[in-house]
């Protein structure tokens, strides 16, 4: 098989790839080495930036989401039984969110890829990524039960954290920066309608505490329970009694109970890979970096890092120019790291550590005091909310 850009990893990177790819009228295929039902029900993050909302309508995968979405003009953070919403028009100038699930972005960049797109292989696993440092890169992969090479002229790895692409750039050009912390998220889903509007972000001495949602009846809710905790150990009655602790407030709100459909344990880390590129491959999406949830970063960056490169070899294409896709790791990078602080900022915020001590509290409730008082510290939490400009 032949192609211009080979892509690895059918999540919202490399199918967002694939479909700005073909609107720019080069030619891609996409290998992914699980099923489409496992693409498209794999539940991850469900808020999507300013920028990327753009993205999606600008690619004519905007439609459902148009339609089906929730457009947030807020968050509301609370903490020693306060509330507090954080306005992000007024604090930005104009910008919100969308809640609309990574599930869905999926679905509906999977049918475009099926319906107008080049292919789209599932259960097709890379097995290793060959001569990135040559013009005519190689992905090895085994599809139908045999082995077969895809030449490119460029590979991009959006094979998240655990995939091959990363592994062909030679140790001695790999530089990690890596921290996890002592804790995770227990998340459900509850059929149930959300006990607020927009979502709620809790700073609790149990721990924090998140109510998110999927639909008007659809409710996405965490809890942080330590590292290594076994979702099953949570009974059901156990997880709402302390949602409810650590949702607590002066004024009487309650928290509406429901069934809980699913619940499953996140693991937090913090992760970025330099460079982003290696020859003729590059990296995208989680394949590069990866964040805590806590700041719902993790697509969005994605979709950062694929409009860099679709916009680069466009431009290489109309031009004869390659100064942009020289630049691309730089370039992503920058907006990484933005991501990555924003979400270390909100995760230590809102996050009590097992071994906090009387002052840590203090200073992280400080914190939140502050955000909630001074417009210059609100529009930081609220600017990188909504996310950072694509370059
Ligand atoms: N060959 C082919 N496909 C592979 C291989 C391989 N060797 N290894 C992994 N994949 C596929 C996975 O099955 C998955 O579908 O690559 C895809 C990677 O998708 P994601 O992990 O979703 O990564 P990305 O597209 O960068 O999206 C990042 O997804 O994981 C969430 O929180 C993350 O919201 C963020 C978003
Ligand atoms: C979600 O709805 O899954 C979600 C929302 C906000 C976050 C993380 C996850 O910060």
Redesign the pocket.
């Known amino acids: 098989m032949r192609t211009t850009v080979g892509i ?7 199918l967002l790839l694939a479909r700005l790819l073909h609107n720019a009228g080069i030619d891609s295929v996409v ?4 099923d489409r039902a496992y ?1 498209e029900q794999r539940q ?2 469900g808020i999507l930036e300013q920028g990327t909302v753009d993205v999606l309508r600008a690619a004519g995968a905007g439609g459902r989401m148009d339609r089906e979405g929730l457009r947030h003009d807020g968050i509301e953070l609370r903490f020693a039984r306060e509330r507090h919403r954080v306005d992000f028009p007024a604090l930005t100038g104009g910008s919100s969110v969308m809640v609309y699930a ?1 599930t869905e972005v999926c679905k509906d960049l999977v049918a475009l890829q099926i319906e107008e797109g080049g292919p789209l292989l599932f259960q ?3 097995l290793a990524v060959e001569g990135a440092e040559s013009e005519r890169p190689r992905v090895r ?1 085994r599809y139908e039960g045999r082995e077969d090479v895809l030449e490119c002229d460029y590979v991009v790895g ?7 692409a990363r592994r062909a750039i030679p140790a001695e050009h790999s530089h990690v920066f890596e921290r996890t912390y002592p804790f995770g998220w227990l998340g459900i889903f509850a059929d149930v309608p959300p006990s607020h509007d927009e979502l709620v972000y809790a700073r609790h001495d149990r721990g924090f505490a998140l109510l998110s949602m999927r639909s008007p009846t659809v409710s996405r809710l965490y809890l942080q329970v330590p590292e290594g905790t076994d979702a099953a150990s949570w009974a059901d009655e156990e997880i709402w009694d302390e949602l409810e602790r650590r949702f607590e407030t002066a004024d009487g709100w309650s928290l509406e109970r429901g069934a809980i459909t699913s619940k499953s344990v996140t693991p937090m880390r913090s992760h970025v890979h330099e460079p982003m590129r290696h020859g003729r491959l590059f990296l ?4 590069a970096h990866i964040v805590p ?1 806590t700041g719902a970063k ?2 969005n960056l ?1 979709v950062g890092d694929v409009v860099t490169f679709a916009r680069a070899l466009a431009h290489l294409e109309e031009t004869g120019s390659a100064e942009r896709l020289d630049a691309y790791s730089e370039t992503c990078l920058r907006r990484v790291w933005q991501a990555e602080r924003f979400s270390y900022d909100m995760t230590t915020l809102l996050h009590r550590a097992p071994d906090a001590t009387p002052f840590e509290d203090r200073v992280q409730l400080a914190r939140l005091r502050r955000i909630v008082t001074s417009r210059a510290a609100g529009t930081d939490l609220a600017e990188g909310y909504t996310g950072f400009p694509l370059d």
């Open positions: 690895i990893g059918a999540g919202p990177a490399g290998l992914e080495s699980r693409v991850r993050a990574q097709a696993e890379a992969f959006c094979d998240g954290f655990w995939g091959v995208a999406g989680d394949a949830p993790g697509l994605a």
